[in-house]
């Protein structure tokens, strides 16, 4: 793989669910969007543009270490809404 060969690391995550859960509180909900670009969240009233926080939980998963495919049911089974 060129990533390998150049040494570069990637890594993918998981988008389910991004632009729905609150990237201060892990809340998630479909009314948190409000609009295209709000987000407002219901539990915790964090507000932000919406690809801003989805950017932050992406952010956030990556960080965490909850990223990639092999992650997917676990996440599926934990979060499904």
């Known amino acids: 793989m060129l990533c390998e ?15 729905i859960e609150c ?4 809340h998630i909900e479909k009314g948190n969007r409000l ?11 964090y507000s932000d543009n ?5 950017s932050k939980v992406i ?7 909850t990223y990639g495919s092999r992650y997917k049911q676990e996440y599926l089974e934990k979060y499904a809404c």
């Open 23 to 26: 990237s201060k509180c892990g």
């Open 50 to 54: 919406a690809d801003n926080n989805a």
């Open 5 to 19: 060969e150049n040494r570069v690391t990637f890594r993918s995550v998981l988008p389910y669910n991004t632009s």
């Open 59 to 65: 952010l956030k998963r990556l960080t965490t270490g």
């Open 35 to 45: 609009t295209q670009e709000s987000f407002i969240c219901r539990n915790c009233g």
